[in-house]
């Protein structure tokens, strides 16, 4: 079955430091994407990266990086020197699916709050 | 270009009563969805729409009923309200599938409904 899994309920961090907030991830699909959205306290949801099965390469984005391990089927997410406005909840998505409902529809995982104190 | 937008922000409903949450997109996307999100959990997905006149149900329907007249609007319609629908409601839309399903979706700002 389809299923996202974040483990770590809260994290709290001091400003400056580096943090790595972790996505694992159950899928029956040979090819499929993973994203990460950020719900700072303002309550929107806002894109942050899509990733496809096929590539593996880290990537990143100025602070954010993503490290794509499918041998491990996780897909984390670092942010470098954090920041206070870095302090929101992190949820990772994953299609659900061929014969789980449909590409078109996300399952998220229960989402990372993030606490940046300075 | 608005985005995603959903009125009202905040509504305050008593037990049996009916409401219905609007959500407008103006990015001509086909797919739309309605979410709630519970406190400390993530979304759940309660219907979503491939396209105007077609809709179909999510994880959590019951209690609610939507539809889809035009490729804009996405209305969620809460009948009877219950105190277990207290949450907060989430529109997304998003752009014609890709292969394995890399759409991103965008969401709306929220509607906080509490039910007393």
């Known amino acids: 079955a389809q299923k996202v899994t974040q483990a770590q309920t809260e994290i709290s961090v001091v400003e400056k430091e580096d943090v790595t907030l972790d996505c694992v991830y159950e899928?029956?699909?040979?090819?499929?994407?993973l994203f990460w959205y950020k719900q700072p306290p303002s309550g929107e949801l806002v894109f942050l990266i899509r990733?496809?099965?096929?590539d593996e390469q880290n990537e990143i984005s100025g602070r954010y990086s993503w490290n794509f391990q499918k041998s491990t089927s996780s897909f984390n997410f670092t942010i470098t020197a954090s920041q206070v406005v870095d302090s929101a909840v992190y949820f990772c998505?994953?299609?659900?699916?061929w014969g789980s409902g449909g590409y078109n529809k996300l399952i998220f995982g229960a989402g990372t709050r993030l606490a940046v104190h300075p | 270009n608005a985005g995603v937008t959903q009125t009202p922000k905040f509504r305050i409903l008593k037990i049996g009563q009916s409401m219905t949450l609007q959500c407008t997109q103006d990015?001509?996307?086909?797919?739309m969805y309605w979410y709630r999100q519970d406190p400390g959990m993530g979304l759940k997905l309660i219907y979503y729409?491939?396209?105007?006149?077609?809709?179909d149900k999510g994880e959590v329907p019951n209690g609610y009923n939507v539809s889809r007249s035009t490729t804009e609007d996405f209305p969620l319609r809460l009948e009877l309200a219950a105190p277990s629908q207290t949450s907060v409601y989430f529109c997304?839309?998003?752009?014609?599938?890709?292969?394995?399903?890399?759409?991103?979706?965008?969401f709306g700002p929220g509607t906080r409904l509490t039910v007393l």
């Open positions: 997304a839309s998003s752009s014609i599938l890709l292969a394995g399903g890399g759409n991103e979706q965008f």
């Open positions: 990015m001509n996307h086909n797919y």
């Open positions: 729409s491939v396209g105007a006149g077609i809709t």
């Open positions: 899928t029956r699909d040979t090819t499929y994407y």
């Open positions: 990733r496809n099965s096929f």
């Open positions: 998505a994953l299609p659900r699916g």
